[in-house]
């Protein structure tokens, strides 16, 4: 068989060309790296515990008709995806206070935002993907106006979602990023939440401890990150209720 044609290794992520057309086949490595890779680590079972984390959400989010780039998961560690043009920002929705606000503005981690807040950085590991207003988006055509608006729409439903989803399982939803794609249909063009939706992307807390249940875990050493993402994983039912947590995973199907 021809080996398939890679198009894109990210660091958590490679993309392959699809089985038809504006298809991609979207692999979970287990790498793990923060602070713009400066830490990296390699965690066994940490790829197909995302991958089955994003099929969860996003499968969720498809069928509360919120687009996703997602179609279907093909094994343990690939989804077949939609190829869609990445738009150059990270979405981020915050609804408690915690990391880089926590640090910019001096605010304690944990205190509850007024209200979601939606921010913007831009795609550049180089520039370290700094934060942008609005202003800039526009000024050098990132997206257009519309397109933010759009975003900020889809950024804010997927929080209505995620957070109700988690909180029925004893976690908060405290921020999260997402990516947004553009899709072509003719002369018409839609967007769609891209990338993965996982604990890498998220932070998690539970509820009643407040223990961190996200990539925190790796970024701070506070722990066992499979274990903390197999918590996720048993309690949202991807994992059979009676698996303990464990470094590699037992997963359904
Ligand atoms: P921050 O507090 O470091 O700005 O992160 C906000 C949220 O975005 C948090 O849930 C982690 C997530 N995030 C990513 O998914 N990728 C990144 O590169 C960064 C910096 C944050
Ligand atoms: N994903 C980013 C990195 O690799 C940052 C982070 O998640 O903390 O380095």
Known sequence: ???????????????????????????????????????????????????RLS?????????I??????????????????????????????NVAAGSISKRLGIEEGTPMPRPIVEFYFKDDDLGDPIVSEEHIIAFQWATQQDLDDMIALALR??????????????????????????FEGDYQRLVVADEISPDSCRLWDVKTGQKLDKDVFRRDLGN?????????????????????????TLIN
Do not use: W
């Not at 392959?16 to 057309?21: D, H, K, L």
């Not at 890779?37 to 991958?51: H, M, Y």
């Not at 099929?55 to 069928?63: D, H, Q, R, S, V």
């Open 158 to 183: 997927v929080n209505d979602f995620m957070s109700g989803c988690m909180l029925s399982v004893g976690i908060q939803l405290v921020d999260f990023k997402i990516e947004v794609g553009r899709i």
């Open 55 to 63: 099929e969860f959400f996003m499968t969720g989010l498809n069928t």
């Open 65 to 94: 008709g919120v687009p996703t780039h997602f179609i279907r998961r093909l094994n343990m560690r690939e989804q077949l995806v939609r190829a869609v043009e990445i738009i150059p920002l990270e979405v981020v929705v915050r």
């Open 1 to 51: 068989m021809a080996r398939r044609k890679k198009i894109y290794e990210g660091k958590a992520k490679i993309l392959y060309e699809g089985p038809e057309p504006g298809t991609l086949v979207q692999y979970f490595k287990d790498d793990a790296t923060a602070f713009n890779a400066e830490k990296r680590d390699v965690i066994d079972g940490k790829g197909v515990l995302n991958n």
């Open 225 to 249: 990150l499979a274990d903390a993402y197999t918590e996720v994983a048993r309690r949202l039912g991807v994992l059979p209720q009676t698996a303990t947590p464990m470094t590699k995973p």
